[in-house]
């Protein structure tokens, strides 16, 4: 595969979308091990729930075994990471979904209505410090079913939060079906 990007000199901030199983993950991590020259951090948001999650941890922990990534575990409380990593390093969040879902649906049951504006506060404040990052979200809103409640006002959350971090961020992919297309950032030399 040809690399995402040709100068690594320039400091991004990457938003990267699409379904289930398109390839953002890779993808996003290519991106961010392209920064060679800095720390390279993987930020891992999720909290398994059930034995389908844990596979899918141990998955993603296969596929970038011998990357150079540090794991730092941050399922709750995103700003967290800046007092444990440098700033100036690259970073890979992933993802803003299992970050706004462990927020918002804690383990006990129930759902916290101020959850998307606690991780939405948060992610601001990591795009205001943090200068080189890539971060993956779902695209979880082309369902014509009308779900309940509480799922409404998570996918209504995580597009509001999407979008304002697609604002902040230089470039703005998608991911479909191992595709990658690119709806901001064109300027940055991206070579996908």
Same mark, same amino acid.
Request: some cysteine.
């Given at each position: 595969?040809?690399?995402?990007?040709?100068?690594?000199? &320039? +400091?991004? #901030?990457?938003?990267?979308? !699409?379904?289930?199983?398109?390839?953002?993950?890779?993808?996003?991590?290519?991106?961010?091990?392209?920064r060679q020259s800095r720390p390279l951090y993987y930020i891992a948001t999720m909290s398994p729930a059930d034995a389908e999650d844990e596979e899918r941890i141990a998955r993603h922990r296969r596929d970038r075994a011998g990357w150079g990534?540090?794991?730092?575990?941050?399922?709750?409380?995103?700003?967290? &990471? +800046?007092? #444990?990593?440098?700033?100036? !390093?690259?970073?890979?969040?992933?993802?803003?979904t299992a970050l706004l879902a462990g927020e918002m649906f804690p383990p006990g049951g129930g759902a916290d209505p101020l959850a998307a504006a606690r991780v939405l506060r948060g992610l601001m404040r990591v795009l205001d410090e943090i200068d080189d990052i890539v971060?993956?979200?779902?695209?979880?809103?082309?369902?014509?079913?009308?779900?309940?409640?509480?799922?409404e006002s998570f996918r209504k959350s995580l597009a509001e939060i999407g979008c304002a971090a697609a604002e902040r961020c230089d470039v703005v992919l998608e991911a479909s079906y191992a595709n990658v297309i690119v709806h901001k950032g064109e300027g940055y030399h991206l070579n996908i």
């Open positions: 595969m040809r690399p995402i990007w040709t100068n690594r000199s &320039i +400091l991004m #901030k990457v938003f990267i979308s !699409g379904g289930c199983k398109n390839g953002k993950s890779y993808h996003a991590q290519r991106l961010a091990k392209a990534f540090a794991t730092v575990e941050q399922p709750a409380a995103i700003e967290g &990471i +800046l007092d #444990k990593c440098d700033p100036r !390093g690259s970073f890979l969040l992933d993802s803003l971060i993956v979200s779902d695209y979880i809103f082309s369902d014509a079913e009308t779900f309940g409640p509480q799922t």
